[in-house]
């Protein structure tokens, strides 16, 4: 049974850091790629930074480079995503997300087959 559990979330102020676990049971970071997305209020899911190639390779949106860092555990098969300079529009519920297999990866949500529940990311100005 696959579970992720998102979890880190809270309030910010500008300029602040934040950063959030994904717990992973059921499958091995070593044969998928895992990947952050977020959802603001009003607007579509965006993927964020994800994970892949055995935990040893990352991918970032151009509008997180240089704020933020995914990194994996492997031995307690874990993913954070740690958020430097936080900015109001970073608020939002951040998701973390599977799919096999860990040498692709991909920002497009309907490439993952798992989910976790969310974590609510807001930032206050």
């Known amino acids: 049974d696959v579970q992720l559990q998102a979890f880190g979330g809270g309030l910010v102020q500008v300029g602040g850091s934040l950063r959030l676990s994904c717990r992973i049971s059921?499958?091995?970071?070593?044969?998928?790629?895992v990947g952050w997305f977020r959802q603001a209020p009003g607007k579509g899911r965006e993927g964020v930074a994800c994970?892949?190639?055995?935990?040893?390779?990352?991918h970032y949106r151009e509008f997180v480079k240089g704020r933020f860092t995914v990194s994996s555990d492997n031995a307690k098969n874990t993913v954070s995503l740690q958020m430097n300079n936080l900015k109001p529009e970073d608020t939002a519920v951040y998701y973390c997300?599977?799919?096999?297999?860990?040498?692709?990866?991909?920002?497009?949500?309907?490439?993952?087959?798992?989910w976790g529940q969310g974590t609510l990311v807001t930032v206050s100005s």
């Open positions: 994970i892949s190639n055995r935990g040893t390779t990352t």
């Open positions: 997300a599977g799919f096999y297999d860990s040498r692709y990866f991909s920002f497009a949500d309907n490439q993952y087959e798992y």
């Open positions: 059921g499958f091995t970071l070593e044969d998928y790629t």
